[in-house]
């Protein structure tokens, strides 16, 4: 028998059990909700659109598409899977290399992490997380949230209930990864521009330590023990291993060209014993073996897949430019 794991990837996306999640009926949507089934749902963040898709993920049909705001990226849902945050922001969209005075002005109004409620499926609230939210992770107990500031160099640490933000640290320019330390204690935040990541102590609301990663670093993924983390470089077209105890890079694990193969996401499996890197303009998702950090095999999956997460079922998905592709992980294509 197929041992089916799909992988699910998106430019931003969380995975939430039909317990929690089916949409209600809402005005705001924009389209009527079909008949859903009682398997999980997929929340895809659109951010040329400012909405969020709600997806089955049986029958793949879209259940509804719903208003967000000004350029939702970063997705992650509470402890309790009854909110899903998302990450907006008001600044222009700009590629690498695009000349930033050329822009129009960004409108500091539309930044915030919105507060979408699942079972009313609407965003209830917009959360000040301040300047150019990017990306972000929700401390385990859901009291906080740890924010990366793109236009501001900064991790800000905000305080859900009241909405304020009550720390801020400065890092590396243009921060996007933020991840929480399996413990709890720590928060490791990347930053594109100095090809580095910060550990960030978010009691003290101070930034221990900063060592360089690679390349435009932007996704963290630890080892559940927390010893070990994966980084990925997308300029170099490799993934990073880091030693959390000794806070430095331990080996380079090559994934092809670089310009070419351009990692982006890294996610392991719950065992820890694969990591699934996606690669953007690569087209690809590369499955590492963590035993010998080799690649094992990789897969096409269309234009663009950036954000990657793994089913209930141990199924991956990643969102390419318009919908996620949805494959088992244990079907990936061996590589050349």
Same mark, same amino acid.
């Given at each position: 028998?197929?041992?089916?794991?799909?992988?699910?990837?998106?430019?931003?996306?969380?995975?939430?059990?039909?317990?929690?999640?089916?949409?209600?009926?809402?005005?705001?949507?924009?389209?009527?909700?079909?008949?859903?089934?009682?398997?999980?749902?997929?929340?895809?963040?659109?951010?040329?659109?400012?909405?969020?898709?709600?997806?089955?993920?049986?029958?793949?049909?879209?259940?509804?598409?719903?208003?967000? &705001?000004?350029?939702?990226?970063?997705?992650?849902?509470?402890?309790?899977?009854?909110?899903?945050?998302?990450?907006?922001? &008001?600044?222009?969209?700009?590629?690498?290399?695009?000349? !930033?005075?050329?822009?129009?002005?960004?409108?500091?109004?539309?930044?915030?992490?919105?507060?979408?409620?699942?079972?009313?499926?609407?965003?209830? *609230?917009?959360?000040?997380?301040?300047?150019?939210? !990017?990306?972000?992770? +929700?401390?385990?107990?859901?009291?906080?949230?740890?924010?990366?500031?793109?236009?501001?160099?900064?991790?800000?640490?905000?305080?859900?209930?009241?909405?304020?933000?009550? =720390?801020?640290?400065?890092? &590396?320019? %243009?921060?996007?990864?933020?991840?929480?330390?399996?413990?709890?204690?720590?928060?490791?935040?990347?930053? !594109?521009?100095?090809?580095?990541?910060?550990?960030?102590?978010?009691?003290?609301?101070?930034?221990?330590?900063?060592?360089?990663?690679?390349?435009?670093? *932007?996704?963290?993924?630890?080892?559940?023990?927390?010893?070990?983390?994966?980084?990925?470089?997308?300029?170099?077209?490799?993934? +990073?291993?880091?030693?959390?105890?000794?806070?430095?890079?331990?080996?380079?694990?090559?994934?092809?060209?670089?310009?070419?193969?351009?990692?982006?996401?890294?996610?392991?499996?719950?065992?820890?014993?694969?990591?699934?890197?996606?690669?953007?303009?690569?087209?690809? +998702?590369? /499955?590492?073996?963590?035993? /010998?950090? =080799? +690649?094992?095999?990789?897969? %096409?999956?269309?234009?663009?897949?950036?954000?990657?997460?793994?089913?209930?079922? !141990?199924?991956?998905?990643?969102?390419?430019?318009?919908?996620?592709?949805?494959?088992?992980?244990? /079907?990936? *294509?061996?590589?050349?």
């Amino acid at each position: 028998m197929t041992n089916w794991k799909p992988l699910y990837l998106a430019a931003g996306m969380a995975l939430l059990g039909a317990g929690c999640s089916r949409p209600s009926p809402e005005p705001e949507s924009k389209a009527a909700t079909p008949a859903a089934s009682s398997a999980f749902r997929l929340y895809v963040t659109n951010e040329v659109s400012g909405d969020m898709t709600v997806i089955d993920s049986a029958t793949y049909a879209v259940l509804a598409t719903v208003p967000l &705001g000004k350029r939702p990226r970063g997705i992650h849902p509470s402890p309790d899977r009854k909110t899903i945050y998302v990450a907006l922001s &008001g600044s222009p969209i700009a590629g690498p290399g695009v000349d !930033e005075s050329t822009l129009p002005p960004p409108d500091k109004s539309a930044d915030g992490i919105g507060v979408f409620d699942v079972a009313q499926n609407k965003v209830v *609230r917009i959360i000040k997380g301040g300047s150019d939210p !990017e990306n972000f992770d +929700v401390s385990p107990d859901g009291t906080q949230l740890y924010i990366s500031n793109e236009d501001d160099s900064a991790v800000s640490v905000v305080d859900i209930a009241s909405g304020a933000v009550v =720390k801020s640290a400065k890092v &590396g320019g %243009e921060p996007e990864g933020v991840k929480v330390t399996p413990d709890g204690k720590l928060v490791y935040v990347t930053s !594109e521009e100095a090809g580095t990541v910060s550990i960030l102590d978010p009691v003290a609301g101070k930034i221990l330590k900063t060592f360089k990663v690679g390349h435009r670093p *932007r996704s963290v993924a630890f080892f559940p023990d927390g010893s070990k983390a994966y980084l990925n470089a997308e300029n170099d077209g490799s993934v +990073v291993l880091v030693d959390t105890a000794k806070q430095k890079m331990i080996d380079t694990i090559s994934l092809g060209k670089p310009g070419v193969i351009k990692p982006m996401a890294v996610l392991l499996s719950p065992d820890a014993s694969k990591l699934y890197v996606s690669t953007g303009r690569g087209h690809q +998702v590369f /499955t590492v073996d963590t035993a /010998t950090n =080799k +690649v094992v095999s990789s897969v %096409e999956v269309g234009a663009r897949p950036w954000g990657i997460a793994l089913s209930p079922m !141990e199924r991956l998905s990643t969102p390419p430019t318009v919908l996620p592709t949805i494959f088992p992980s244990s /079907t990936s *294509r061996p590589i050349p």
